[in-house]
């Protein structure tokens, strides 16, 4: 997922430097010309105290340049990667394909593209849903579970029609078995057509995380696309 460059504390607090170096060779720059001022000769330890700062500042906007080059490398690397996500998800040939395979593929797609453990996609089935595909975790428990409505996240966010992340998942109850007993975090988006909720895409982890705005981004994404 995406994560905006931003500076880092090793950055500001050089930034931080060079404003009292700045302020310092400012101070001594007005010493020397005062001490020239007044006759007194050339005050050699404030020659010697300037070159340091200068060799300092130097050295300060180096470490700088370096900084940022690495956030804007990462900053750049960091949206390649999600262009790649976003256009696996969005590949037109899906569409083509009958339902049932749409859903298993796009639930692996989603699993691949977020580095989730667990990906399922709930249809809806009268007034609840049903578990209709199911990538990593255990199909041969979590398929064609009922999830009633307003039970658990699932039915939360079917209710609210939007999408809702959690970091302890114990939290809330939940009809399908790994959530109860090996999900972590998880997160879920509505699917919606026609103004009508159509399904929920789930996503999961074994271990607590934290959805961040490229990831919920991509999550809702796919909930349109499917």
Known sequence: SYRRSRLTPRVVTALLALVWVG???????DSVG????????TPWLAFVGL?????????????VRRELTASARFAYEASARSLERVIQVTEVGLGE???????????????????????????RDGDGLVVR?????????????????????????????????VEDVRTYTSAIPSMQDRLASAAASPMIAGGELVGVL??????????DEGAIKLFELAADRI
């Open 51 to 63: 070159i340091g700062l200068a060799i300092l500042v130097a050295l300060s906007l180096v470490h």
């Open 133 to 165: 595909a199911v990538a990593g975790g255990d199909p041969d428990r979590d398929l064609g579970v009922q999830v009633p409505k307003g039970v658990g996240l699932v039915g939360l966010v079917a209710d609210w029609a939007e999408t809702v992340t």
């Open 97 to 123: 394909l009958p339902l049932h395979m749409l859903l298993d593929e796009m639930a692996s797609r989603v699993r691949a593209g977020t580095d989730a453990d667990t990906v399922m996609v709930l249809l």
């Open 34 to 41: 005062d001490a020239h001022a007044a006759g007194e000769g």
């Open 202 to 211: 789930l996503v999961g982890n074994d271990e607590h995380t934290v959805y």
């Open 23 to 29: 302020a310092t060779v400012g101070i001594l720059t």
